[in-house]
């Protein structure tokens, strides 16, 4: 058992220990509650506690936890909960005692469940209605699913939105576009890239070199970034259009203890000088999806080690947050061409991101399913395929508006770091209906490729499905060609003509 396997959202349930049998099992009961826990390598244990145990509700009483597992095999766990301060149960005090229950070799579905005793370490109330410290309980605590970030309120996108984003169109714009650009050196060859190119789809920059060198000085950077401010610049237009305020870019990159439901402390109209927790859906929905074996054993054994590498805690603190400091740097910046930064920022931090926030991936009836590269389905159209780890679909998963706003954002901090150290060396201009930059010193196009602007690109264009269905069976057709001649122990790794998701296209951190 490790930390992330503990880490995320229970149904806590205690219940008085009383010998004699009952009628009505409620009188055993003693408190249902919705359980949060955070759990470290180190053992520290923080969370919550809160109440009514329903997932999202408007407003929450709340009780702080902390602890710390006692011992790992087995599994013990010492916690204790805090009412919330000035609110209307903060003289609630409880401890309790767990452990983790025996799991069944021939158990189906069986969850994960703490099982323990609790003790009220403290009077609470007044007068007739003062709980006395001492009483105790048992409790079972019952792992939830993983909630997904369109079924938190509040998170989902707008079905406007929704409607576009996952429209066969759309999908196939994205996946096009990241996939042959990552494919153009390998596994494309000359023919290949000449037909693709006839039929609009040809990079001029492509991110790697024909050695399969990240590369700095071509501009494909800038590529990258104007075609994803377009399409926010898309989404954005329905939101005005609806008069509901665009989606909010993540300011910071959510740490590693974020709740999936959020409660910020309000002040109680009813009673002043007390706080009241209420949900905050701006807030809420950020959480790191747990790495459960059904999400693992979608990839190659070596994929696996580094999927969980990136979900953890110390990827986020010792290669993630130094990305970002150094993304929010204007000494960096100012040293960086917008193509340089376009591309340091695609495979690193950004994929990262798009692995580290996704979860298990859906069809629409619920069953764990990832679509195969080139298995363009009907069935995988379906909005409840939102898998953040690949093209076809992550575009659809309200995270990825979060994230890419983050990264949207460093733009401007790039411009705002040369204009701080060159004033008016970088021109700003509008270009296809986005504020962009003007070519120069720092600029290299002056027409940034994001999808072929022919007329055949509106949503639901038959043609443009076509000539996008016809690209990506040319990719496909390469890739089949290079997979018969790769040996069979590189196959088996999965990594060079692995699935087409952000996973293969994360690179190790560059020296900053």
């Known amino acids: 058992m490790q930390a992330e396997d503990l880490t995320g959202y229970y149904t806590y349930r205690s219940y008085l220990n009383r010998p004699e049998p009952v009628d009505d099992f409620n009188k055993l009961k003693f408190a249902e509650v919705e359980l949060y826990l955070s759990v470290q390598e180190n053992r520290t244990v923080t969370g919550t506690l809160a109440f009514p145990a329903a997932p999202g509700g408007d407003e929450k009483n709340v009780m702080d936890v902390n602890g710390e597992i006692s011992d790992w095999s087995p599994l013990r766990l010492k916690l204790t909960g805090q009412g919330r301060a000035n609110s209307a149960i903060a003289d609630y005090y ?23 005793t609790v ?70 060859q000359e023919a290949d890239r000449a037909e693709i190119t006839q039929l609009g789809w040809g990079f001029a920059r492509p991110p790697f070199n024909d050695k399969g060198r990240l590369d700095l000085i071509n501009g494909a950077g800038e590529d990258f970034l104007f075609m994803h401010r377009r399409m926010i610049r898309m989404v954005n237009d329905i939101y005005e259009q609806a008069g509901v305020p665009v989606i909010a870019a993540w300011g910071s990159i959510p740490g590693p203890d974020v709740p999936q439901f959020v409660y910020d ?40 080690r580094t999927m969980k590498l990136l979900k953890s805690p110390d990827y986020l603190n010792f290669v993630m947050r130094p990305l970002e400091r150094s993304f929010t740097s204007s000494t960096y910046l100012s040293g960086l061409s917008l193509g340089a930064l ?113 007329g055949h690109h509106r949503h639901g264009d038959h043609e443009a499905i076509a000539v996008m269905l016809k690209v990506l069976r040319i990719v496909q057709a390469a890739r089949e060609r290079a997979s018969r001649s790769m040996a069979g122990a590189d196959l088996q790794e999965g990594r060079s003509l692995g699935a087409m998701s952000f996973l293969r296209w994360t690179e190790p951190p560059p020296d900053l």
């Open 342 to 454: 376009g591309n340091l920022l695609e495979f690193t931090i950004h994929n990262q991101m798009h692995m580290r926030w996704a979860s298990i991936p859906r069809d629409a009836q619920g069953n764990v399913a990832q679509r195969d590269d080139f298995d363009f389905a009907e069935k995988w159209d379906d909005p409840a395929y939102d898998y953040l780890g690949e093209f076809y679909s992550s575009h659809v998963n309200p995270v990825f508006w979060r994230l890419h706003g983050w990264v949207d954002a460093r733009i401007e901090d790039w411009y705002q770091a040369h204009e701080a150290a060159a004033p008016g060396e970088i021109e700003r201009i509008e270009h296809k209906g986005v504020r962009w930059f003007k070519p120069g010193k720092w600029v290299k196009a002056a027409d940034p490729f994001d999808w072929p602007d022919n």
């Open 265 to 304: 402390e309000t002040k109680d109209p009813q009673n002043p000088g007390k706080v009241i927790m209420k949900y905050s859906a701006a807030r809420s929905g950020f959480m790191v999806p747990p790495a459960e074996a059904a999400f693992l054993d979608i990839f190659p054994e070596a994929d696996r």
């Open 119 to 188: 003790l009220r370490a403290k009077d609470h109330g007044a007068g007739d209605s003062v709980a006395r410290a001492g009483v105790t309980a048992s409790f079972v605590a019952v792992k939830r699913d993983f909630v997904a970030p369109r079924d938190v309120p509040g998170n989902a996108l707008l079905p406007a939105a929704v409607a576009m984003l996952a429209g066969r169109s759309h999908r196939l714009r994205h996946s096009t576009w990241h996939t042959v650009r990552t494919s153009w050196w390998r596994p494309l």
């Open 94 to 116: 409880y401890e309790y005692d767990g452990m983790l229950s025996h799991h069944w070799t021939a158990g189906v579905k069986q969850r994960l469940t703490l099982t323990g």
